[in-house]
């Protein structure tokens, strides 16, 4: 009996360890989880405030507008910055967390996939504990990017018609003549009912404002250089611009940005380098001329003889880039992706 009390009290001290040890396992394996969830907790919130550095310079006008979209205008028009800008976006402090100092937002550009895209790379720390966010996204609107010279409903998939669509009416409310630069004429053609260029027997190109019918002008405008932004617009009726020459063999040469909301008649040969907006427009072009489109057409609302049975129409992004940074949303940047790195 004696011998069996000994064993008893073994027995009893071996479980008592084996409980003990347990105990200590749990506390260690919560201690541990708790530290991890905590960790996790601060990972996610120093990742969140990273994040929202780039949405905040995406978002907020005095970013945005004033900081990343002359960079980004820049670098799409002359394919770098040059000395004019650097590559960092400064965040004002008021718009950071409490315990964040770093207000700096650092942008490059690349090409990947035939697409003009942005790199915006920052960081936060949240509770000591700090994360490194990268975001990529496009630039230009895809419609500029799908690379096929006519877009319309009818030359695109199915599934891009509403977004295609929604861009034609969006110009249609936006669109209006920019701050250009020297070498570029604007002429801004509202309420006329018919424009008609011309290039005239001493090689001059001039444009010829008509309205009420009248067989003469209101008035005349020489084209100084070749390249120009022209908005064609009427509320009353619908208007036409005519493009001719006085000879038939003066080739006109163009170059710029066209919007038409009405008709358009060529009767001369035309080379046209640059982006050609038709909406609600019917078109018509001497057999005998010969029309060279380079750059895009955006043509909405078309029911008349297929384009390019009546033109010779290349895709040209360096023409695109140089003078779509005019049209409203042009430059649309959209995230692809947002991660850590």
């Given at each position: 009996?004696?011998?069996?009390?000994?064993?008893?009290?073994?027995?009893?001290?071996?479980?008592?360890?084996?409980?003990?040890?347990?105990?200590?396992?749990?506390?260690?394996?919560?201690?541990?989880?708790?530290?991890?969830?905590?960790?996790?907790?601060?990972?996610?919130q120093?990742?969140?405030?990273?994040?929202g550095?780039?949405?905040?310079?995406?978002?907020?006008?005095?970013?945005?507008?004033?900081?990343?979209?002359?960079?980004?205008?820049?670098?799409?028009?002359?394919?770098?910055?040059?000395?004019?800008?650097?590559?960092?976006?400064?965040?004002?402090?008021?718009?950071?967390?409490?315990?964040?100092?770093?207000?700096?937002?650092?942008?490059?550009?690349?090409?990947?996939?035939?697409?003009?895209?942005?790199?915006?790379?920052?960081?936060?720390?949240?509770?000591?504990?700090?994360?490194?966010?990268?975001?990529?996204?496009?630039?230009?609107?895809?419609?500029?990017?799908?690379r096929?010279?006519?877009?319309?409903?009818?030359?695109?998939?199915?599934?891009?018609?509403?977004?295609?669509?929604?861009?034609?009416?969006?110009?249609?409310?936006?669109?209006?003549?920019?701050?250009?630069?020297?070498?570029?004429?604007e002429?801004?053609?509202?309420?006329?009912?018919?424009?008609?260029?011309?290039?005239?027997?001493?090689?001059?190109?001039?444009?010829?404002?008509?309205?009420?019918?009248?067989?003469?002008?209101v008035?005349?405008?020489?084209?100084?250089?070749?390249?120009?932004?022209?908005?064609?617009?009427?509320?009353?009726?619908?208007?036409?611009?005519?493009?001719?020459?006085?000879?038939?063999s003066?080739?006109?040469?163009?170059?710029?940005?066209?919007?038409?909301?009405?008709?358009?008649?060529?009767?001369?040969?035309?080379?046209?380098h640059?982006?050609?907006?038709?909406?609600?427009?019917e078109?018509?072009?001497?057999?005998?001329?010969?029309?060279?489109?380079?750059?895009?057409?955006?043509?909405?609302n078309?029911?008349?003889?297929?384009?390019?049975?009546?033109?010779?129409?290349?895709?040209?992004?360096?023409?695109?880039?140089?003078?779509?940074?005019?049209?409203?949303?042009?430059?649309?940047?959209?995230?692809?992706?947002?991660?850590?790195?």
């Open positions: 009996m004696v011998n069996d009390k000994g064993y008893i009290t073994i027995i009893a001290l071996f479980i008592m360890t084996i409980i003990f040890i347990s105990a200590l396992f749990l506390i260690y394996t919560s201690s541990m989880e708790y530290l991890i969830v905590n960790s996790s907790h601060k990972n996610i120093a990742f969140y405030l990273a994040e550095k780039i949405h905040t310079v995406l978002k907020k006008e005095e970013y945005y507008y004033e900081q990343l979209m002359p960079r980004m205008e820049t670098y799409i028009k002359y394919g770098r910055l040059g000395k004019s800008f650097n590559k960092k976006i400064t965040i004002d402090n008021k718009d950071l967390f409490e315990d964040d100092n770093n207000n700096i937002v650092n942008i490059d550009f690349a090409e990947e996939n035939h697409r003009r895209v942005i790199e915006m790379k920052t960081h936060s720390t949240y509770s000591g504990i700090t994360q490194k966010v990268i975001a990529k996204m496009t630039m230009i609107n895809d419609i500029f990017e799908w096929i010279p006519i877009v319309s409903s009818e030359y695109i998939l199915q599934d891009r018609v509403r977004e295609f669509q929604d861009y034609m009416s969006y110009l249609k409310e936006e669109i209006r003549l920019p701050n250009l630069p020297s070498g570029i004429m002429v801004e053609t509202i309420n006329y009912e018919h424009i008609r260029i011309v290039k005239d027997s001493s090689q001059k190109t001039i444009i010829e404002f008509f309205r009420n019918n009248m067989v003469e002008p008035k005349k405008e020489v084209l100084k250089d070749e390249d120009v932004f022209m908005l064609l617009k009427n509320n009353y009726v619908i208007p036409t611009l005519s493009i001719e020459s006085d000879k038939n003066n080739k006109m040469v163009l170059n710029g940005v066209l919007y038409i909301e009405g008709d358009l008649i060529i009767h001369s040969d035309l080379e046209f640059g982006i050609l907006i038709l909406d609600n427009s078109i018509y072009i001497d057999p005998s001329s010969r029309v060279n489109i380079e750059g895009i057409i955006l043509l909405n078309y029911n008349g003889i297929p384009l390019e049975e009546m033109i010779q129409i290349d895709y040209n992004f360096d023409i695109i880039r140089k003078y779509g940074i005019y049209l409203p949303k042009f430059i649309d940047p959209k995230i692809q992706v947002i991660k850590s790195y």
